[in-house]
């Protein structure tokens, strides 16, 4: 009798702390010059800069902005992993911490104006690329 109220105990303590337990809340802001630029990460347009997205992976993170005047910018950014996050600490940060945690974290990324070529020298251009390949 004793061995399954204890049981029974345990087992009512183990399922209340999975559903008391704290939680990790993940954002990510991105920051452009000039603002107002679309912001596409992943193959996602997420909005207008600046703008601030939860997420809910770290790792590599594809990135495209545009903005009329200024050229696409297409890189890659890396999410760290924090140390909260990584086996075991995850566990207690996620399920028995009864506390929430933010993770925030901010991109900022500099746009440079368009530039434009003029005919003569799109002309110019095509020619020695032309000759290049004779």
């Not at 630029?37 to 997420?46: G, H, K, P, R």
Request: aromatic residues 8%; negative net charge.
């Amino acid at each position: 009798m004793v061995n399954r109220s204890i049981l029974a105990l345990a087992a009512a303590g183990a399922i209340l702390s999975v559903l008391l337990g704290g939680c990790v809340e993940r954002k990510l802001t991105i920051n452009t010059n000039p603002s107002g630029a679309v912001v596409v990460l992943n193959d996602e347009e997420i909005g207008e800069s600046p703008v601030t997205v939860p997420f809910n992976w770290y790792g590599d993170y594809n990135v495209r902005i545009s903005k009329e005047g200024y050229q696409t910018l297409k890189t890659h950014r890396e999410l760290e992993r924090p140390g909260h996050d990584k086996f075991p600490w995850d566990f207690f940060a996620q399920i028995l911490n009864p506390k929430r945690i933010v993770d925030e974290y901010e991109w900022m990324f500099e746009l440079a104006p368009k530039k434009e070529i003029s005919r003569e020298e799109l002309i110019k251009k095509a020619q020695e690329l032309k000759k290049q390949l004779e």
